[in-house]
Every structure is written in C-alpha cells, then in structure tokens.
C-alpha cells in the first residue's frame, strides 16, 4: 500500500490531521461557551449590586443626623465653640484686668497705677501709663473695664502728678530686664490668691503692692515681687470700720465730704 507523502510525514510526527482540526474548532466552540457564561455572570452581578447600592446610599440618607451633633467644631468656618449655641463675646479675666488691657490699648506703655474711682458719683478706673513715647498718661476707664472715658497727658502743672520720682522709678522697675510680673498678671495672682477683687495697685520698692476686698467685706492688701512673681506679704483686715480708706468711695464717703462743706 502506498501512503501520500504528507500523511506519512504525519503519521511520522504522530498528528491525524482531521484529529487536528476537529480539535481545534472544538476548543473554539468551547471558548465560545466560557466567554458568554463569563459575561452572563457579570451582568447578573451588576444587576444584582447596582439595587443594593441604591438601597445603600437611601440608608445613609435616612440615618444622616440632622442639627447640632454637640460636638466642638474647630474646623472651617465653625471657630465658636459647640455649633448649637452661641460664643461667649466677653474678653478673659477680671474687671479690673480688662480695664488695664483697655488702657494699653489706648496708650501703649506699661500701667504704673490703678484705682477704682468714684468721682462725681460715677465709679471707674483711674490707670497711670507710662507710655513708649516716655510721656506719662493718665486715664479713666469705664467700671466695667471697656471704654476710656477720658485720657489726659500729664504737662507737668497738675498737682496730682506731684511724685514724678517715685513714678519714674516705678516705671524703670517694671521695664527693667528683670521684671516678670505687669499690672494685669499681679492683679490676676492677687485676686486669685484671694478670690477678692481689685481696689487698688501700684509699684513700691520693687514690688506690686494691691489692695484688695471678698465679697464678704473681708479686706487684703498683698505684695508681689517684680523680678520673682511670687507672692511675699499679705495682710488681712476683717474690721469692717467705715473709716477704711480702701474703699472710701463705696462707703458714703462722698456724705463726708458734704459734710465739710457745711462746717466750712
């Protein structure tokens, strides 16, 4: 028997040729069948997710919390605290520290004096600066420690200005290197260490010396060195005697004064 020449070069190779083909369109037909189950499948997929994500997204809607969620915004345009209530618009500390802020504010320099006033009937706060232009000041601020009411440089005629000594070395002291406390950080310790409130400071040796009142008519006059902070004397008064120059102007001081009036 004679083999064509191309099926026994087949042969040798050990391939059918019609085994070949058959193979070969059977492995398409089967590609065929893989590629569209795999893309059947991926469409029942997305079907089936795209439902669930709509019911996802009407979830988080629904839960969303609405309002003030009692938290402490700190971030974007929110800087007043929890944005279910309002700021406190008040500045820090007490009275009389806000009336020495005030007073800088107006004159810029460091405040040698301060006393609670009530001239003409009017209670407020007397403040000396000694400001950065070297000029002495004077100021009166409104009670509540806000406003100046009236601000005055001294020209050297007015007998209340007298100590020009004693007033320039107490301002020498608290511009010197070694000074640590102003009028507002003494007057924050003093009142703190007594929880009473201010009546009057200066600058005397060295030292802040305040006098202070509690709400229970309890009076303390305190010292404070410049250079340490720290607080060195304090004297108590529990004699509510109102011959008491502390606080002159809150005890009907101002009928005593009629009174001299008339014997004169």
Request: charged share 40%; net charge negative.
């Amino acid at each position: 028997m004679v083999v064509p020449v191309g099926q026994h070069r087949a042969r040798q190779h050990g391939r059918n040729p019609i085994m070949t083909r058959n193979l070969i369109i059977a492995i398409v037909a089967a590609g065929a069948v893989i590629g569209g189950g795999t893309l059947a499948g991926a469409a029942m997929s997305s079907d089936d997710q795209e439902p669930a994500s709509a019911a996802l997204d009407d979830l988080n809607v629904a839960d969303a919390p609405s309002g003030d969620d009692g938290a402490d915004d700190t971030t974007g345009d929110d800087t007043t605290g929890d944005d279910g209530g309002s700021g406190n618009g008040g500045g820090s500390g007490s009275v009389a520290e806000q009336a020495v802020a005030t007073a800088v504010a107006e004159v810029p320099g460091v405040v040698t004096e301060i006393e609670r006033d009530n001239d003409d009937g009017r209670r407020s706060w007397e403040i000396d600066v000694f400001g950065d232009d070297e000029q002495w000041y004077k100021l009166r601020v409104s009670e509540d420690g806000t406003e100046v009411v009236n601000a005055r440089a001294d020209d050297d005629d007015d007998d209340d200005w007298d100590d020009d000594d004693d007033d320039r070395t107490a301002a020498n002291s608290l511009l010197a290197d070694g000074s640590r406390i102003d009028a507002a950080e003494a007057i924050r310790l003093a009142e703190e260490h007594t929880s009473g409130t201010l009546r009057e400071a200066d600058v005397e040796n060295g030292h802040w010396k305040l006098e202070l009142r509690t709400d229970d008519g309890v009076e303390h006059e305190i010292r404070i060195s410049l250079a340490s902070g720290e607080i060195t004397d304090l004297e108590r008064d529990d004699d509510d005697d109102d011959d008491d120059d502390w606080d002159d102007d809150d005890r009907g001081d101002d009928d005593d004064d009629d009174d001299d009036r008339d014997d004169d």
